[in-house]
């Protein structure tokens, strides 16, 4: 009789267990498309050893797949915790003269001669005030051409600048709209899992109190009891490690469809993220207020590697990161919540140093309306 009740508490008990596991299997499915919870914890070894070898030749066979890091770090990645503005224009707006990269940017647009007339034929309409004459007639009248001419081509660059945000903008929406439907699956699959977790946990302690009241016919189930505390206790403890892995969220191959950063990059472009070129002659221009300095765009990516708030870029020489960033080249499980955050960052700060030349125009701008002089400002001291 003794023998009949142990054999039937081994059976209950064992039951208990297989269905657990198979609960187990089901959330993982839910959670990760891609992975099959039951086929995922029957390949490995330590719940079935007998196929110890065949997993190590199937997983010596298989391409692991891409990730959006690589083994390579340049000794600055990663190491500046609270990122600074770098490349500040230096333009002062209450001042008379202009800065030195405002007097930089004239030049590279060819708006230097234009200025320069307007500089003389101001002085010299200021000295004829009051006196009418064809010569001071001429006179304004040459300064309010040059004035036009001045304008239009600070209009020109302006839409030019305006152009690239554009551009910029449309690609930061598309990132941060795929990013946000990746977040969210993330989300709710570590909701189902910690559900999940909390609700095998308090069923599976039910059953092993319930196994642990004693009754008048029955003594106390120690051993059933026991058995099924053991998966009461695995169970939210294996469903805890596995939100772990959903931290990452999905992975899916990265798409085919270059941005803004491909050019920086060098990689191929086409007309929809050619710049125009005031804006790239100035991003690859030495700022002229430090002129023994790096190019703008090498001190930009010189402040990605740096910043530890884009730990998926942290070499330069990557082919296997610039392709996931740059969007060049398809890479298998290279689009993650990582990659597209990178991404997102590094639009935003190139748009803003983009955008920079928007100060430096106004003060152009404000030459030809006479409130500047195309002359340089002073240096300005660097603060300590």
């Known amino acids: 009789m003794e023998n009949k009740i142990e054999m039937e508490t081994k059976i209950i008990s064992t039951g208990l267990l297989a269905a657990t596991l198979v609960c187990f299997a089901s959330p993982a499915r839910a959670a990760d498309s891609n992975t099959v919870g039951a086929n995922y914890l029957m390949t490995h070894t330590w719940l079935d050893p007998q196929k110890q070898n065949s997993n190590q030749k199937k997983a010596i066979a298989q391409s692991a797949p891409t990730s959006t890091t690589s083994s390579t770090k340049e000794s600055t990645a990663n190491t500046k915790l609270l990122p600074s503005q770098i490349l500040r224009t230096g333009v002062v707006i209450t001042s008379t003269g202009l800065s030195a990269n405002t007097m930089q940017l004239a030049d590279n647009i060819g708006l230097t001669p234009l200025m320069e007339q307007i500089h003389l034929l101001s002085d010299k309409a200021a000295s004829n005030s009051g006196i009418v004459s064809i010569e001071s007639l001429t006179n304004k009248q040459d300064l309010l051409d040059t004035r036009q001419k001045a304008r239009m081509l600070i209009q020109k660059t302006g839409l030019e600048v305006d152009a690239t945000i554009a551009e910029i903008s449309a690609e930061r929406e598309l990132y941060n709209e795929i990013l946000t439907k990746f977040k969210e699956d993330r989300d709710k699959a570590i909701a189902k899992t910690n559900a999940f977790a909390f609700i095998s946990n308090g069923a599976l302690w039910a059953v092993t109190e319930a196994f642990v009241i004693p009754t008048y016919k029955h003594a106390i189930y120690n051993v059933p009891a026991g058995i099924v505390g053991i998966p009461a206790g695995m169970v939210p403890s ?147």
């Open 238 to 384: 294996a469903a805890s490690m596995y939100t772990l892995k959903l931290i990452n969220g999905k992975k899916q191959d990265s798409e085919v469809e270059p941005n803004m950063l491909a050019k920086i990059f060098k990689y191929q472009t086409n007309s929809e993220i050619e710049y125009p070129k005031s804006v790239w002659d100035y991003l690859n221009g030495v700022p002229a207020d430090v002129p023994n300095s790096k190019k703008r765009i090498d001190q930009l990516i010189d402040r990605w590697i740096a910043d530890s708030n884009i730990p998926g870029f942290t070499d330069r020489n990557s082919k296997k990161q610039l392709d996931v960033i740059t969007a060049s080249v398809s890479q298998r499980k290279g689009l993650t919540i990582s990659s597209l955050t990178v991404r997102t960052v590094m639009l935003d700060q190139l748009l803003a140093e983009v955008v920079k030349m928007k100060r430096m125009l106004l003060e152009l701008e404000m030459v030809t309306n006479g409130d500047k002089r195309f002359i340089a400002n002073a240096p300005i001291p660097k603060q300590l």
